[in-house]
């Protein structure tokens, strides 16, 4: 028999996953499975009036709340942990029509939080587009030069979601002069001028700089003018 010191089961309605072999003290069944003890004996699910109810599994916590409301009668599933000296859940059991009743609510939930990511996606993306039409805008609005396709690539480029550049951030995003003038400038650093090969040439992040600013001043001019001067 279990030492003295064993907990006793929990009280309530509560079924036992033994941890030695058992008989049911009605029936004569086993070993059993899982048994409920009435006045201290061990019966089967069937002799307790319980073998109608389906075994789910912790784990699932909103599976197991709304089957618990679904069925009429639920009995917790517990385990004696021997290194813990306590009873720890295992599950429950609750009658299966309230078990497939909560599987197909959680089901629709699933669905609708599907739904409303697939919303919050084109929402997204509905904002990326105005933004970048904003910000290819602002771009021609200070450099009327800039051929237009550039401008939309550039704003694109700089509004890219996660990208962490400068469209995306406050500043960016408020479209601001100076954030807008960064973008084209880090464009046409990398468009229109040696730089990066000349960063693949070992040359320095300073020294690159240096040798184009002549030639990104340039670009920048030629655009800041009226397109139709040119
Ligand atoms: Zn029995």
């Known amino acids: 028999m279990a030492p003295s010191s064993t907990p006793r089961v929990p009280s309530g309605l ?15 069944r086993g070993p059993l499975p899982l048994l409920v003890l009435e006045d201290g004996a061990p019966r089967c699910l069937h002799c307790a009036d ?7 599994p912790r784990g699932d916590t909103a599976l ?8 009429t009668l639920s009995v917790v599933v517990v385990r004696f942990n021997r290194r813990r000296s306590r009873y720890e859940r295992q599950g429950v059991l609750v009658e299966e029509a309230a078990l497939a009743r909560a599987e197909a609510r959680c089901l629709a939930d699933a669905e609708a939080r599907r739904r409303r990511r697939a919303r919050d996606a084109r929402r997204r ?36 979601r996660g990208s962490g550049r ?3 951030s406050a500043a960016g ?4 002069e100076g954030a807008v003038i960064s973008a084209v400038v880090a464009a046409v650093r990398h468009v229109d001028t040696p ?6 040439s070992g040359a320095s992040r300073f020294e690159a700089r240096w040798r184009i600013a002549a030639g990104v ?8 003018e009226e397109a139709d001067v040119g």
């Open 173 to 176: 995003r408020a479209l601001t």
């Open 50 to 56: 319980l073998g109608h109810l389906v075994f789910l």
């Open 64 to 71: 197991t709340r709304r089957a618990r409301e679904e069925s």
């Open 195 to 200: 730089y990066d090969q000349l960063l693949m």
């Open 14 to 28: 509560v079924a036992v996953q033994p941890l030695r072999s058992k008989r049911c003290a009605g029936c004569r």
């Open 166 to 168: 400068v469209g995306r």
């Open 125 to 160: 993306a509905a904002e990326d587009e105005r933004f970048t039409a904003a910000f290819a805008a602002e771009i021609l609005r200070l450099f009327p030069g800039c051929p237009a396709d550039r401008a939309r690539a550039i704003a694109a480029h700089a509004s890219a």
């Open 217 to 224: 001043e340039s670009v920048l001019r030629g655009w800041a």
